[in-house]
Structure formats: C-alpha cells, structure tokens
C-alpha cells in the first residue's frame, strides 16, 4: 500500500470528483464531504511521503511498472515532497471552509459541479509537484488549468465570467508554449523523462533549440504563475472568483506554476546551464524586482480588498523569482519558504476576506470601518496573517525575506536589499491602511449628525460561523509556529536547495 | 535559401500558423474569433509534433508473429515514432476541452451582457 503513495496522493483526489458526479442524482450527495475526505487523505499521505523522503531518500514510483526513460514516472523528493505537504494542507484547509460559503456563493444548485470542479483542480495540482514527466505535467497543468478556469466563472459579480475568458486564453498561450518546449526537447533528445533529460541535455547545451526551448519554458510557466509583465490576467481573476477559489489560485495553483518552473530549471535544465550558458540570473533579477516593486505599487491603488490581496500576489511571486536570481543556496532557500509562507499566509487573507463576505457582502477597504469590533477574531487573523506578508519577525515571512536579503548579500547584489525593505515597506502601507480602518476607525467618527440611533449598536459581536473563522486561524497560527520554530521549513527548504543545485 | 526553406517547411507553415492564431487572438474583437484564434495556435502546435515523427517509407513499430512468436523483430530506422502522435491525441483531447470550456464560458457572457463583443462589455462592475 505505502509504495503507492506518490500515484494515490493525485488518483484520490481525482477518483472524488468521479464518485461526486456519479452521486449527483442520487438522494445523498455528500459533496463536501467528499472532497474534504479526498483532500485530507491526500493531506496525510503527502505527510507521510515527505517523512519517508526525509529518512531515506527520493521515492521513485513506474507507473505501471514500466522502466522510466519510456513509462511515466512519478518523483517524491525533498522538493516536491515539501511542496506537496504546502498545496495539500492549503487545499483541505479551503476545503473545510467552502461548506458553508459555497451554499451561499454558488447557489445551492451548483454545489455538486463546483465540489466536483475543486477535486479535480486538487488532483491536477497534486499531478504537477509528484511527476517526473515533462508531457504529464503539460496535461496536469491543463486539467488543473481548466477546473481553474471554470471555478473563476462561477464567482458572484457579473465580470467574473469575463475574467474567466481572459485567464482561458492567456492561461491556455502559456500551456501551449510550454508544449513547444517539450516538443524541441523531445526533437533533441527522444526522451520526456525529467532525470534522462538531464543526463543527455549537458551534451547539446550551446544548440539553438535547447536555448529557445528553455525561453518557451520561462514565457509559458511565467504566464502561468502571473510573472510582471504577464500578470494582466491575475487581479481579476483572482479578485473576482468565488471566496473559496481565490486561496486555492492564490496560494497554489501560481505557487505549483513556480514550482513547474524551478523543477524545468534545475532538474531538466541543470544550474551549469541557466547560471552560465543563457543569462537567466539577470532576466530573473529584473524581473524578480521588478515585479516586487511594480505588484506592490500597484497594490496600493485598489480599494477592493480581495482584488488588493490578488494584486499583491504579483509583487509576491516577484520575491519568489529573485530568489532564483542570486544562483547561490541561500537565495534558493529563500524562494523555497517563501512558497510556503506565501502559501499559507495569503491563502488565510483570502479566507478571512471570504468570511467578510459571507458574513456581511462587503469588499470595499473603505467601508470596514468598526469591522474589528464587530468579527474581532477574523480581524485579529487578518492582521496577523498582513504582518506576516509584510515580514514582521515571529512569522514565517520574516524567514523567507531574511534568508532573500542573506542570499543578494553573498551573491554581492547588495543594491537589491534595499529594493526587498521597500516592497516590505510598500506592503506595510497597503496593510496598514487595511488594518488602521478595521481597528482604529469607527462609525461614529464619520461624524454625520444625521444617524440613526439604531445604527450605533454596530459594535456588538457579530461573528462569522466557526467553520469559517478556523481555517484562515489555523493557516495563521501555523506560521506563527514555523515562525519561531523557523529551523523546521528552513532545514526541509535546505535540504531541497542542495538537491536542486545538485550539492552534496 | 529556397532549400533551406523547403527542407524546414514543416517548421515554416507551423510557425505561420501560430502567428496568424497569435494575431487573431490579439487583435480580433468578437470573443468567438478570438476562440478560433486560439485553436489555430494550438493545432499550429499539434501539426509541429505530427511533422516531426513523418519519416518517408516507413513501416509501423509492430514486431512480426508468427504462430505466438516473434520471427523479427523491426529495426528502429525502419519505423515512424509512434509517440509524438500519442502525445499529441492527449493534446488534441486537452484542446477540445479548454475549446468546451471556453464556448460554454462565452455562452455565459453572452447571458450576462447579451454581447459576444469584447469592446462593448463595459471595463468596470456597473
């Protein structure tokens, strides 16, 4: 049973979405509990898989027991071990929440198709991290990709259909590039496994083809994962999807699109490559700070909230691409917990955020005056989770910008720390506003004599259900653990920087 | 030039192909177009892999039985590569679902603002 692990964690999930439709005409249909059973069992065994990857060494799984250069094989190993442990738990904690709020968001019709949609979009996701085969993870990226697309159209406001379309097309150019890629790999070498690409790869690396396949891989999974210059399709698909959608987009599925890129680049690709033949340390310095600057600039200028946390996304996945900038193994282990830190702490704003909504229907900053008063233990999770993405020590966020500014120092880019403590800084005035208006603001400040007596007792308790306000609170609470206990995601993230740059 | 050009046409008329999918894309209004455009690019793609496992004269990668053995086995120059026809059948199964999903999404737009034309949805949430 236990060497099926790395085939069970994405059939699991993807059998619930079957077993969910198949259920649909039948009296009991128990949707929710389905996917958050399938979810949950993927959670535990990722857990055990990453354990057995930490005690003894990368798992190698045939699917059907065909030898690897011409079956599919599936990979666990310190890094997508990790990576799989974080996108798990971030979708069985979403899981746990879209009980309620889907009921409401959906409409009661809809819940069927939607719980089936979110199984599979999991399955797809879980696919990408465990395989070790460059066209698998072309087709998990699409089944992924096109829950994904779908699940935005089903978000409340009239413009999310349009959003929608706009992710298809720009989602569905970036796959397509990547198949090019796979395809001049495959003209080149005849082989689709990532471990025998990288043993034939070295021979052939000053040809054309194997540099132009590289560049596809980058436009194609940068598109995917909303690098800066192509992250037009992020703020409203994200903004704009269901309560329950924008964590999983947020925190995974951009998160998986980054993971996609560095597996290409340091497994297929080796670093003697993207270091020293094609100038990728400089593209991703730009880049990288650029999207900081520009995804956190541009984040100060919302005044919807949800459409302010998709925006800073972009400065985040700018944080996670600098990383891989600085070629060294600090800044690798930068980007590594960065991914779980973003994952976790966005993925909770988005929840709380998701609550709000349900609880009361506001998105607009402006308007959640007095909300800290009203939902004091969703704020009080916001505010954390907002400390934790501006990178206040104690939290995870702390550890990730920390070992970011170490790595651009031992690679003597020291110009870019500043440029790392002004997105921080960037971060800190768009969270502050939030969290000034929520605690520091009340109704009766407006002033306006002209209220109505009723309208004071405002102030009073008015929480969202507890289903709701555990998930983001657990999300938080775990980065305020592995805060403290950095020596936890920093060891697994070193461990997984040393395979990928190939150390000892 | 004329050879060297011949000699890649495969490459050529793909490449041709995926631009004029790339320019529908961008600059055709009607959500439709942009749809068909987006299905040139990706089948440009799909004739990419085709064209690379055409090999003139060759036969099928089946070993020859007879009576439950095998009598001989066929040399690899001998055969077309059957895989990047394979991948490309998952290809083709992925592009007519982001194609589904895609027409079902424009349906839903067209409900919503009784238009398929990109220019008169209107940009912000009235």
């Given at each position: 049973?236990?060497?099926?692990?790395?085939?069970?964690?994405?059939i699991?999930?993807?059998?619930a979405?079957?077993?969910?439709?198949?259920?649909?005409?039948?009296k009991h249909?128990?949707?929710?509990h389905?996917?958050?059973?399938?979810?949950?069992?993927?959670?535990?065994?990722?857990?055990?898989?990453?354990?057995?990857?930490?005690?003894s060494?990368p798992?190698r799984?045939?699917?059907?027991?065909?030898?690897?250069?011409?079956g599919?094989?599936y990979?666990?190993?310190?890094f997508?071990?990790?990576?799989?442990?974080?996108?798990?738990?971030v979708?069985?904690?979403?899981?746990?929440?879209?009980?309620?709020?889907?009921?409401?968001e959906?409409?009661e019709?809809?819940?069927?198709?939607?719980?089936?949609l979110?199984?599979?979009?999991?399955?797809?996701?879980?696919?990408?991290?465990?395989?070790?085969d460059?066209?698998?993870?072309?087709?998990?990226?699409?089944i992924?990709?096109?829950?994904?697309?779908?699940?935005?159209?089903?978000?409340?406001?009239?413009?999310?259909?349009?959003?929608?379309?706009?992710?298809?097309?720009?989602?569905t150019?970036?796959?397509?590039?990547?198949?090019?890629?796979?395809?001049?790999?495959?003209?080149?070498t005849?082989?689709?496994?990532?471990a025998?690409?990288?043993?034939?790869l070295p021979?052939?690396f000053?040809?054309?083809?194997?540099?132009?396949?590289?560049?596809?891989?980058?436009?194609?999974?940068?598109i995917?994962?909303?690098?800066?210059?192509?992250?037009?399709?992020?703020p409203?698909?994200?903004g704009?999807?269901?309560?329950?959608?924008?964590?999983i987009?947020?925190?995974?599925?951009?998160?998986?699109?980054?993971?996609?890129?560095?597996?290409?680049?340091?497994?297929?690709?080796?670093?003697a490559?993207v270091?020293?033949?094609v100038?990728?340390?400089?593209?991703?310095?730009?880049?990288?700070?650029?999207?900081?600057?520009?995804?956190s600039?541009?984040?100060?200028?919302q005044?919807?909230?949800?459409?302010?946390?998709?925006?800073?996304?972009?400065g985040?996945?700018?944080?996670?691409?600098?990383?891989?900038?600085?070629?060294?193994?600090?800044?690798?282990v930068?980007?590594?917990v960065h991914?779980?830190?973003?994952?976790?702490?966005?993925?909770s704003l988005?929840l709380?955020?998701?609550?709000?909504?349900?609880?009361?229907g506001?998105?607009?900053?402006?308007?959640?005056k007095?909300m800290?008063?009203?939902m004091?233990?969703?704020?009080?999770?916001?505010?954390?989770?907002?400390?934790?993405?501006?990178?206040?020590p104690l939290t995870?966020g702390?550890?990730?910008?920390?070992k970011l500014?170490?790595?651009?120092?031992?690679?003597?880019?020291?110009?870019?720390?500043?440029?790392?403590?002004?997105?921080?800084?960037?971060?800190?005035?768009?969270?502050?506003?939030?969290?000034?208006?929520?605690?520091?603001?009340?109704?009766?400040?407006?002033?306006?004599?002209?209220k109505?007596?009723g309208?004071?007792?405002?102030?009073?308790?008015?929480?969202?259900?507890?289903?709701?306000?555990?998930?983001?609170?657990?999300?938080?609470?775990?980065?305020?653990?592995?805060?403290?206990g950095?020596?936890?995601?920093?060891?697994?993230a070193?461990?997984?920087?040393?395979?990928?740059?190939?150390?000892? | 030039?004329?050879?060297?050009?011949?000699?890649?046409?495969?490459?050529?008329?793909?490449?041709?192909?995926?631009m004029?999918?790339?320019?529908?894309?961008?600059s055709?209004?009607?959500l439709?177009?942009k749809?068909?455009?987006?299905?040139?690019?990706?089948t440009?793609?799909?004739?990419?892999?085709?064209?690379t496992?055409?090999?003139?004269?060759?036969?099928?990668p089946?070993?020859?039985?007879?009576?439950?053995e095998i009598?001989?086995?066929i040399?690899?120059?001998?055969?077309?590569?059957?895989?990047p026809?394979?991948l490309?059948?998952?290809?083709?199964?992925?592009?007519?679902?982001?194609?589904?999903?895609?027409?079902?999404?424009?349906i839903?737009?067209?409900d919503?603002?009784?238009?398929?034309?990109?220019?008169?949805?209107p940009?912000?949430?009235?």
């Amino acid at each position: 049973m236990a060497e099926h692990f790395p085939i069970l964690v994405v059939i699991i999930p993807i059998m619930a979405s079957f077993i969910i439709l198949l259920l649909w005409r039948t009296k009991h249909r128990y949707e929710w509990h389905i996917t958050t059973a399938a979810t949950f069992l993927s959670f535990l065994i990722s857990l055990s898989l990453l354990n057995t990857v930490f005690l003894s060494g990368p798992i190698r799984y045939w699917l059907g027991g065909w030898e690897p250069p011409w079956g599919i094989e599936y990979v666990v190993d310190s890094f997508s071990g990790y990576v799989l442990v974080v996108v798990t738990l971030v979708s069985f904690v979403t899981s746990v929440f879209a009980a309620k709020s889907v009921k409401k968001e959906a409409g009661e019709g809809r819940t069927v198709s939607f719980f089936a949609l979110y199984s599979l979009l999991a399955g797809g996701l879980y696919g990408i991290i465990v395989t070790g085969d460059l066209f698998n993870l072309y087709v998990f990226l699409e089944i992924s990709s096109l829950a994904g697309y779908a699940l935005v159209g089903v978000g409340k406001k009239k413009r999310a259909i349009v959003a929608s379309y706009n992710y298809l097309i720009l989602g569905t150019i970036g796959a397509t590039l990547y198949l090019i890629g796979v395809g001049q790999l495959y003209i080149m070498t005849g082989t689709l496994n990532m471990a025998d690409l990288s043993q034939k790869l070295p021979a052939i690396f000053e040809s054309k083809v194997i540099i132009a396949a590289f560049a596809l891989f980058i436009v194609g999974l940068s598109i995917k994962m909303a690098l800066f210059p192509f992250h037009a399709w992020l703020p409203d698909a994200h903004g704009l999807a269901p309560s329950v959608i924008s964590p999983i987009l947020s925190a995974c599925v951009i998160e998986v699109a980054a993971y996609a890129m560095m597996r290409v680049m340091f497994t297929v690709y080796t670093p003697a490559f993207v270091f020293k033949v094609v100038p990728a340390k400089e593209v991703f310095l730009l880049g990288g700070g650029v999207a900081m600057l520009v995804g956190s600039y541009l984040t100060l200028a919302q005044t919807d909230i949800k459409r302010m946390l998709a925006y800073s996304s972009v400065g985040q996945m700018g944080y996670i691409i600098l990383g891989l900038s600085f070629a060294n193994h600090t800044g690798l282990v930068g980007s590594i917990v960065h991914i779980f830190s973003h994952a976790i702490l966005k993925a909770s704003l988005f929840l709380v955020a998701g609550s709000l909504i349900y609880k009361t229907g506001i998105t607009e900053i402006s308007r959640l005056k007095g909300m800290g008063k009203k939902m004091p233990l969703s704020m009080a999770t916001f505010t954390i989770g907002a400390l934790g993405m501006i990178g206040i020590p104690l939290t995870t966020g702390f550890i990730s910008e920390w070992k970011l500014a170490l790595g651009a120092l031992e690679a003597g880019k020291w110009f870019i720390v500043p440029v790392i403590l002004l997105s921080a800084l960037l971060n800190a005035v768009y969270f502050g506003r939030v969290i000034e208006i929520v605690w520091f603001k009340t109704d009766e400040e407006e002033g306006h004599g002209h209220k109505e007596i009723g309208k004071h007792e405002k102030t009073s308790i008015d929480e969202a259900p507890l289903s709701l306000v555990l998930p983001p609170f657990i999300l938080v609470s775990l980065s305020i653990i592995f805060g403290i206990g950095a020596f936890i995601p920093v060891t697994l993230a070193e461990k997984a920087a040393s395979m990928l740059l190939g150390m000892p | 030039m004329i050879d060297y050009v011949v000699s890649k046409s495969n490459y050529w008329i793909y490449v041709v192909l995926m631009m004029i999918g790339f320019y529908a894309m961008i600059s055709k209004k009607n959500l439709i177009r942009k749809l068909i455009g987006l299905n040139i690019f990706q089948t440009a793609v799909i004739l990419f892999f085709i064209s690379t496992g055409v090999k003139k004269g060759a036969t099928i990668p089946i070993a020859f039985h007879e009576k439950g053995e095998i009598i001989r086995a066929i040399e690899a120059l001998q055969y077309t590569n059957p895989l990047p026809h394979v991948l490309m059948l998952t290809a083709i199964v992925v592009m007519i679902s982001t194609t589904g999903v895609a027409l079902s999404i424009v349906i839903k737009i067209y409900d919503a603002y009784k238009t398929i034309e990109e220019d008169e949805i209107p940009d912000k949430e009235e």
